[in-house]
């Protein structure tokens, strides 16, 4: 069975990271992960990973410090994130690059995108790490621009949740979760399913969303087949 999808460009929260714990990171989800995404790479799939960091920082919502200030340390969770998902990616066997947005030669390769593409080639998995590199932009964002850059087919956000609801499932029970959205419904409904930064630069780069629940993680591979998961928003 062939992919549908020949390069992605996944989404993992820093939340997803921690796994039952509240903050930090839990190894044994990440190298889960890992599994499923060696299963897409064996298959043929070029896979870029963009993480947050939120299992660390959450500055950006307390209002209590400076919002530039609060964003670079930000960037640097996701750093942090970056190396430790690397980390399980090689436990299974995976070749591997982090590259950054922000320079720190020591520790990873700076984000270029011709380099990106040549790793592809060379069949290893890209993590990129530092957002943007610029404060006001969300890690989402930063995903749907390094998709946009790298061409991918399709961007795969692995939340905590199977799909797009009209409201928090978790509060409603009543919650009524939609197969397929356009981008003008989530625009229009002020559906939380990304920020609209990210989903305005899907939208003009056609570049089309599946939401989909991370909590069993070889839906990453069966999304990479085309198996109906989650939500298509396109």
Not at 97 to 116: H, L
Not at 126 to 147: H, Q, Y
Request: charged share 25%; with cysteine; glycine share 10%.
């Amino acid at each position: 069975m062939e992919p549908v999808y020949k390069r992605i460009l996944l989404k993992l929260s820093g939340e997803a990271l921690a796994g039952d714990k509240t903050m930090g990171l839990d190894f044994d989800v990440i190298n889960t992960f890992g599994k499923s995404i060696k299963k897409c790479v064996d298959a043929g799939v070029e896979v870029g990973i963009v993480v947050g960091g939120g299992n660390y920082w959450r500055g950006r919502s307390s209002g209590a410090m400076d919002r530039t200030r609060a964003d670079h340390i930000g960037m640097l969770a996701t750093i942090m994130n970056a190396l430790a998902v690397a980390d399980g990616l090689e436990n299974c066997g995976l070749e591997v690059r982090v590259q950054t947005s922000i320079s720190m030669p020591q520790v990873a390769e700076p984000y270029i995108r011709n380099r990106t593409m040549r790793h592809f080639e060379k069949g290893r998995v890209c993590i990129f790490g530092g957002g943007t590199g610029n404060p006001f932009f969300s890690t989402d964002t930063a995903a749907a621009l390094r998709a946009a850059e790298i061409e991918a087919d399709i961007f795969f956000k692995a939340t905590m949740v199977d799909g797009v609801y009209d409201k928090d499932p978790h509060l409603y029970p009543d919650a009524v979760k939609f197969d397929e959205l356009t981008f003008n419904d989530i625009l229009s409904k002020g559906l939380k399913v990304m920020d609209s930064t990210a989903a305005a630069m899907c939208q003009d780069n056609k570049i089309p969303i599946l939401v989909f629940d991370l909590g069993r993680p070889d839906n990453i591979f069966d999304a990479c087949m085309g198996k109906k998961i989650g939500t298509i928003v396109k």
